[in-house]
């Protein structure tokens, strides 16, 4: 099972979006995260050859991030996935990745510190993370044999900046 893991694209400020009376869970992408956001999935399109499920957390950032994703790889299934809520309890997501089709390829969409706490499971099997994804940057994980603490390989993991620099080429 190989596993892209996706931090949102940059969104709405906290502090503004309290200000419009807007809830966290609502922010949206801005315009720049959207523009890095499209060039970043180029760069991860040139890089998997496809995607079967995109599974997103349900807060609007990561909706939008995902549909993103979505139009690079449109024979994917879309899945509002609730084990990647903020504040997720990090053996949700494995148990929610157990369920899936082993043989496949899954994108997960979500937010820090829970991504690379989840990446530090999967590669060492220990729960303090020693990356930080920045917004719209992405790693690809591959599970061999089952999805356990440890026991995930690291195929790479890149800035937006490195995906949007693969987008750009022919």
Known sequence: MKILILRHAAA????IAK?????????????AGKRKMR???????KLIDSIDVI???PLL?????????????????????SALRPNFVIASLPTWLRQQAFDSTITVVGHEPELSSFISWATSGR?????????????LLEFSKR???GKA??????????????????
């Open 61 to 81: 950032r990561a909706t939008q991030t995902g549909d993103f994703l979505a139009r690079r790889f449109p024979k994917s299934t879309r899945e509002e996935c």
């Open 127 to 139: 729960l303090h993370g020693y990356i930080k994804l920045k917004k719209s940057g992405a790693c």
């Open 19 to 31: 200000q419009q009376h807007v809830r966290d869970a609502a922010r949206p992408l801005t315009s």
């Open 153 to 170: 390989v690291m195929h790479w993991l890149l800035t937006p900046e490195h995906l949007r620099v693969f987008g750009r080429q022919a």
């Open 39 to 45: 060039a970043a999935a180029r760069g991860i399109e």
């Open 55 to 57: 599974a997103v957390s």
């Open 12 to 15: 709405l400020d906290r502090e």
């Open 147 to 149: 999805v356990a603490k």
